[in-house]
């Protein structure tokens, strides 16, 4: 089998075709956090994953909801009042304030962050999250705090 160059149609097809892709890939913008109506800043963003899962990284929430967060190893427990979560990476074992519960999705990794399903977060914080393909955005609402529109209080009649 002898090489044989490309011909230009060939490059001019791969040269748009990549053009494009860049493209595309430059006006992405990263999935942004909000909890109670503030911004959380992450130097790694949320992450997608299949069928439209969405994936925040636990310190970045943890911080903002004014948890404290300890990592030992793969090893983490997050601390808020008297509630605390444990749980491992890789792991879909986790235990809330003691009981132990299954996550659908064990945690990972991006760049050194640990990564938690967004589902995950906010049942085991008793949140309201909320995700927003068309603008990008992640809402994580405390109940009591961060609640928009509360509930009008009935009246007696």
């Not at 911004?39 to 929430?61: A, C, F, M, T």
């Not at 990592?71 to 132990?100: E, P, T, W, Y």
């Not at 068309?134 to 509360?150: E, H, Q, S, Y």
Request: proline share 7%; hydrophobic share 45%; no cysteine.
């Amino acid at each position: 089998m002898t090489y044989r160059a490309p011909r230009l149609q060939t490059l001019i097809l791969t040269a748009v075709i990549a053009t494009m892709a860049s493209g595309l890939f430059a006006l992405a913008r990263p999935i942004e956090i909000v909890v109670d109506g503030q911004h959380v800043h992450s130097d790694v963003p949320p992450v997608q994953g299949l069928s439209e899962k969405i994936y925040v990284p636990l310190r970045s929430v943890a911080d903002a909801l004014g948890a404290q967060t300890i990592v030992d190893g793969d090893a983490i427990a997050v601390v808020r009042g008297n509630q605390s979560l444990r749980l491992r990476v890789g792991d879909v074992h986790a235990h809330f304030n003691g009981m132990g519960f299954t996550l659908k999705h064990a945690p990972f990794r991006v760049r050194g962050r640990v990564m938690i399903g967004l589902k995950a977060m906010a049942d085991a914080f008793g949140m309201r999250a909320s995700y927003n393909a068309r603008t990008a955005r992640v809402d994580l609402v405390t109940p009591g705090i961060g609640a928009a529109n509360p509930q009008p209080i009935p009246t007696p009649e």
